[in-house]
């Protein structure tokens, strides 16, 4: 198949990178950052000049892109995906999207005779280098279905959800979730230091007790070395998946008050500054209040 990729930055590059060296489509990159597309043209992929020049002739073209507002100007936009496609491709977003911009994007698609499928992505930037990230995705099943080689091609872990939009739906389950484990990660390794234990053996001790998760192993690296940057999943866009999971929250009138509570915290940690640092900066919120 003839693969277009937009978007190979920490996620969307070794996602990218697993495509192109296990399997045999052809691929073609764009992204705005040169250096990034370097590391897929490095390992036989093609340069795009344009989303014009990725989308025509491709059968499945892919979006990896921070905000949903960046998804919304390379497919909706002028000289976009939308613009440029024709009847019978396939658009599959793997960004962290908004459920309603999913559903306009494929009803803009589907006008044309585009198919889409929303895929987000779940296991950070070591599953998606390991190839063993969950793909959710939501969108037709007979799409899906033929668009399964592609998307295992960078992990074996696909799950078909529902309707479009269902993918969005779960990934955005899954990080308010994690983002409130990241926070109390934060909360009890600050207890327990503050308190006088060794922050070492607090980390050794959690890892092998009930209070232990895939979170906590990746957010308590972090901490010990006390190094948020450069980020693996920036503040920015975390503190973007918690917003779009309480619009969710709010149009179906669900209370979250963890997730409320984890929203307020980054956004506290990105008005210290730190929205481009790593999102497990949030422990510096409490490393500020503490030192005072
Ligand atoms: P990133 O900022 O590292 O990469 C985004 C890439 O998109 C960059 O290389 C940037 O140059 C490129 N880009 C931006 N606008 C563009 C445009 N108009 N045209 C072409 N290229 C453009 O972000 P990331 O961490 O890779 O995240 C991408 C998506 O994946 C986000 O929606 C994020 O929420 C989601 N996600 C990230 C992680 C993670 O651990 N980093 C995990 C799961 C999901």
């Known amino acids: ?30 992204d705005l950052n040169p250096a990034a597309v370097k590391t897929c043209t490095d390992l036989g992929a093609t340069a795009g000049k344009s989303i014009a020049d990725v989308t025509q002739g491709a ?21 976009g995906i939308l613009a440029n496609a024709s009847k019978g491709q396939t658009y599959i977003d793997l960004s962290t999207n908004a459920p309603s911009m999913v559903k306009r994007i494929g009803a803009a698609m589907a006008a044309k005779g585009i198919a889409m499928l929303d895929a987000p992505v779940s296991g950070g930037t070591v599953g998606a280098e390991a190839a063993t990230i969950a793909i959710m995705v939501g969108g037709d099943k007979k799409v899906f279905d033929d668009a399964l080689p592609v998307l295992q091609s960078f992990s074996a872990n696909v ?16 990080n308010m979730m994690a983002f409130c484990n990241a926070a109390a990660a934060a909360e009890g390794l600050m207890l327990g230091v503050t308190a006088g234990l060794d922050p070492q053996k607090l980390v050794q001790v959690i890892a092998s007790s009930s209070g232990n998760s895939s979170v906590f192993k990746a957010f308590s690296e972090r901490a010990l070395s006390n190094k948020f940057s450069p980020p693996s999943f920036a503040l920015n ?9 309480m619009e969710l929250a709010d149009e179906l009138d669900v209370p ?12 506290m940690a990105r008005r210290m500054g730190l929205g481009n640092d790593d999102s497990s900066a949030i422990l510096q919120v409490y490393q500020s209040v503490l030192k005072k």
Request: aromatic share 2%; glycine share 12%; charged share 15%.
């Open 256 to 267: 979250l008050p963890q997730g409320s509570a984890t929203h307020n915290l980054q956004r």
């Open 159 to 174: 799950i078909h959800m529902g309707e479009l939009g269902t993918g969005t739906v779960a990934k955005l389950v899954n």
């Open 237 to 245: 866009l975390a503190h973007k998946d918690l917003h779009l999971a």
């Open 59 to 79: 059968d499945i073209v892919m979006t990896s892109l921070p905000m949903p507002r960046d998804v919304e100007a390379v497919t909706l936009g002028d000289n």
């Open 1 to 30: 198949m003839k693969v277009g990729y937009i978007g190979v930055g920490n996620m969307g590059g070794p996602m990218c990178r697993n495509l192109i060296k296990r399997s045999n489509h052809s691929v073609t990159v764009f």
